[in-house]
């Protein structure tokens, strides 16, 4: 089992940078990934991000790749999805995730709202 919380949302104004974190009940760096989700509209999937192995290896989606970075504490046991050149585009709700099984995360946090004006 592990616990999810994250925090940072709030309202940016385009261009602008936000850093949310997520900090996990249990040391991340036995979870085998952990990853950021962003849910943008009802009916539409949610997109990963970025991700990062319990070894620390960090990758992120195409879509962002160059404006969002993923790192960790692991002494606070936190994940944070830094976003910079932030777009109306990236309005949405962000999960973090954790625990990778087969095709899918186990682990949910309840999410953190992002909103870009323009």
């Known amino acids: 089992q592990v616990q999810l919380v994250e925090s940072g949302g709030g309202l940016v104004q385009a261009g602008g940078s936000l850093r949310l974190s997520c900090a996990a009940s249990?040391?991340?760096?036995?979870?085998?990934?952990m990853g950021w989700y962003r849910h943008q509209a009802p009916g539409e999937r949610r997109e990963l991000l970025a991700?990062?192995?319990?070894?620390?290896?960090?990758n992120s989606a195409d879509s962002v790749k160059g404006r969002f970075t993923i790192s960790r504490d692991t002494i606070k046991n936190t994940v944070f999805l830094q976003m910079d050149n932030l777009e109306p585009e990236d309005t949405g709700v962000y999960y973090c995730?954790?625990?990778?099984?087969?095709?899918?995360?186990?682990?949910w946090g309840q999410g953190t709202q992002v909103t870009v004006s323009s």
């Open positions: 995730a954790a625990d990778w099984r087969v095709d899918e995360f186990v682990y």
């Open positions: 249990k040391n991340i760096s036995s979870i085998n990934v």
């Open positions: 991700a990062i192995t319990g070894g620390g290896k960090a």
